[in-house]
């Protein structure tokens, strides 16, 4: 009989300070973060997100709210994606990267995506469960799920208040994943909540679990921050950053391959839950 043993794969996530609507100073943060990643020898970087709909929403002026969407949201793949994508390939390295705002159509959503090493779009998924501020500016729910493949291994992505919902997750371990990421830059998350909601979805998936916050700041001040912390399968906290900047690097055990059969009937049950809560769900 075949044994499938589990391979490690080393994670590094950026908790870095991010501005709000500074493209060159989130960029600049970025690639340090990218070169700390390699000189660690991670295989994956995981980067703060870069934009928050509803930071906008709260701070910047509401007469010109609709034309500052409107010039960051874009069609994907996207320019700004240039400078993410040239580091990937440079440092032969997989960068999964949130704060996206897309524009299909009449269509905006907030994404996240993964790069390849070899500047090869790999994943991208579009947040499902938006807030009523998110709604409220015209933000559209994303109504599937997404994979990644890192070094072969399957991956999951979701964003901000998708860790409210333990259904995306399960979710996501019935599609196969072997670990979930999650990219959040929200301040209705305080250190506590988001701790206890990860070691959660931890626990309930039985798969390691990645998040990753960011310092938030606004004409030089620090507005708030959100933890980054990588976790096990078991729910114990193997690395976190709180309010210092640094790039966090830890490995997860993942099985090598997959090797169990879910029930087509569970998947389905799901698949229809995740459709009606990006119809439905809204948090205040």
Not at 120 to 146: C, D, F, H
Not at 201 to 220: D, F, K, N, Y
Request: charged letters at 25%; proline letters at 4%; hydrophobic letters at 40%.
């Amino acid at each position: 009989m075949v044994r499938y043993m589990p391979q490690d794969l080393k994670i590094a996530v950026a908790h870095m300070k991010t501005r709000m609507l500074s493209r060159r100073f989130n960029n600049e943060k970025m690639s340090i973060a990218v070169s700390e990643a390699k000189r660690k020898r991670a295989s994956l970087l995981i980067v703060s997100p870069l934009l928050s709909v509803e930071d906008i929403v709260d701070y910047y002026p509401q007469t010109r709210l609709k034309a500052v969407l409107k010039s960051y949201a874009e069609r994907m793949p996207t320019p700004a994606l240039d400078n993410i994508i040239t580091k990937a390939i440079e440092e032969n390295l997989y960068i999964s990267i949130g704060g996206l705002l897309e524009r299909a159509g009449p269509k905006l959503f907030m994404i996240g995506l993964v790069v390849t090493p070899n500047g090869r779009i790999e994943t991208k998924y579009r947040k499902i469960m938006i807030s009523l501020k998110e709604a409220g500016v015209g933000i559209s729910p994303g109504r599937s799920i997404a994979l990644a493949r890192i070094n072969g291994i399957k991956v999951g992505l979701l964003l901000d208040d998708d860790i409210v919902a333990p259904e995306l997750s399960r979710h996501l371990k019935l599609m196969g994943a072997k670990m979930i990421i999650y990219m959040l830059r929200k301040k209705n998350f305080n250190s506590m909540v988001l701790r206890s909601l990860a070691i959660a979805r931890a626990v309930e998936t039985e798969l390691p679990v990645v998040v990753c916050g960011s310092i938030v700041e606004w004409h030089g001040e620090v507005l708030y921050s959100v933890p980054s912390m990588i976790i096990d399968h078991n729910g114990q906290i193997l690395c976190e950053a709180h309010s210092e900047e640094r790039v966090i690097v830890g490995s997860v055990r993942v099985p090598s391959r997959d090797n169990m059969r879910y029930a087509t009937s569970s998947y389905k049950i799901l698949s229809e839950t995740c459709r009606e809560l990006s119809k439905s769900y809204k948090l205040s």
